[in-house]
């Protein structure tokens, strides 16, 4: 199993920073990608970027936070770290962000998302 727990959500004005964190921790090692999400009311939830934990550690970014956005990893003792650092942000960034990992075991993909965190953002 893995527990996700995110942090750093919050109100903050158009044009400001803001930063997420998402603790997991459990069986972290066989976690293979992590990423953020978010959902408004009355959409899908959508992957605002995302990380290879392993190999090549590529990052991927929905297009309409290319350039704002950036995750990265930190870890910590038995922890693995993401961060989302929400640069310029937009009142469209308002959303309810959840942090999403995943884990493969054997030919099993199995998902586990955090609780989520509540973004909003004022213009």
């Known amino acids: 199993q893995v527990h996700l727990v995110e942090s750093g959500g919050g109100l903050v004005q158009a044009g400001g920073s803001l930063r997420l964190s998402c603790a997991a921790s459990?069986?972290?090692?066989?976690?293979?990608?992590m990423a953020w999400y978010r959902q408004t009311p009355g959409k899908q939830r959508e992957m605002v970027a995302s990380?290879?934990?392993?190999?090549?550690?590529?990052?991927?970014?929905v297009e309409s936070v290319k350039g704002r956005f950036t995750i990265s990893r930190a870890d910590a003792k038995d922890m693995v770290q993401v961060h989302l650092q929400m640069n310029s942000v937009k009142p469209e960034d308002t959303a309810v962000y959840y942090c999403?990992?995943?884990?493969?075991?054997?030919?099993?993909?199995?998902?586990?998302w955090g609780q989520g965190t509540q973004v909003t953002v004022s213009s």
């Open positions: 999403n990992a995943v884990r493969q075991v054997r030919d099993v993909t199995l998902n586990y």
């Open positions: 459990g069986t972290i090692f066989s976690i293979t990608h």
């Open positions: 990380l290879t934990l392993v190999g090549r550690r590529d990052t991927n970014y």
